[in-house]
């Protein structure tokens, strides 16, 4: 069967395609947080999800075929007899869904589906469509030390095991954070925090993505009283109904100097 669909593909091809007919796709829902809308001429969606392909009117012929193309290699995905069986490529069974009505087909993505397809008949074709697929992102990894101490310099590592990351950004308990001469962002991922101070402690979420998935993560950093930091005290001295003065006190943690 693959041998015959081969033959199809060098010698019963068109000489030239149908001009101004091309396919049509969308990444079909659920799929992380890849573009759902239609696109022509290319499409971005993710491993794992499903995709619709679709073709304008053609003059169809008593055989059909979706091709497939990426770099070298080419092949017939699958051949479709009028009012007989559809035919598929053993490398696509099991998850392609072929409707005989319009034409379309439904695929299944794994990493190797990136390249061009197209729609033919024995007649006319249409253009060549692009297919990207992507590995949605898995959960990153935030690699540092828990626990710094006042005045101290430290930074967190934020690691994805696998798949393409577009950018990287950091918030601090829910917020936004930006870069600062305190705060600076380096390489891709990694956050650094110098002379760090006790408002420093909180939870840091690195959120990582790209262009079919977003993931985050958070790391618990506190940030430990150094010994020779002196520390404000205030207390204050209150009559009824009014405030009689205030006093600062200041003490060293350190062992005192004799």
Not at 133 to 146: A, C, D, F, Q, S
């Amino acid at each position: 069967m693959l041998l015959f669909h081969l033959l199809l593909l060098l010698f019963g091809s068109p000489s030239s395609s149908a001009a101004g007919l091309g396919v049509t796709a969308r990444t079909l829902s659920p799929c992380y947080s890849a573009d759902l809308r239609p696109a022509a001429n290319s499409l971005v969606s993710a491993v794992g999800c499903k995709v619709l392909l679709t073709v304008p009117p053609l003059n169809t012929s008593q055989i059909v075929f979706w091709e497939y193309q990426s770099g070298p290699w080419a092949g017939v995905i699958l051949s479709y007899t009028l009012d007989g069986p559809t035919n598929t490529s053993q490398p696509y069974e099991n998850r392609t869904s072929f409707n005989e009505t319009d034409c379309s087909l439904q695929l299944v993505l794994q990493k190797g589906d990136e390249g061009l397809y197209r729609f033919r008949s024995s007649l006319e074709a249409t253009d060549w469509f692009q297919l990207r697929v992507l590995e949605p992102l898995p959960e990153p990894e935030i690699l540092g030390n828990v626990s710094v101490k006042a005045g101290g310099n430290t930074k967190l590592v934020c690691h994805v095991l696998e798949g393409q990351v577009d950018s990287y950004w950091w918030k601090k308990n829910g917020e936004l954070l930006l870069g600062s001469d305190h705060i600076q962002f380096v390489d891709h991922g990694t956050l650094c925090i110098l002379k760090a101070s006790m408002n420093d402690s909180g939870y840091y979420t690195c959120v990582v993505r790209n262009e079919v998935s977003q993931n985050e993560a958070s790391f618990l950093l506190h940030v430990q009283n150094s010994p020779n930091v002196v520390l404000p005290v205030i207390l204050a001295c209150v009559l009824v109904g009014s405030l009689a003065g205030v006093f600062v006190w200041c003490r060293s943690r350190g062992r005192q100097r004799l």
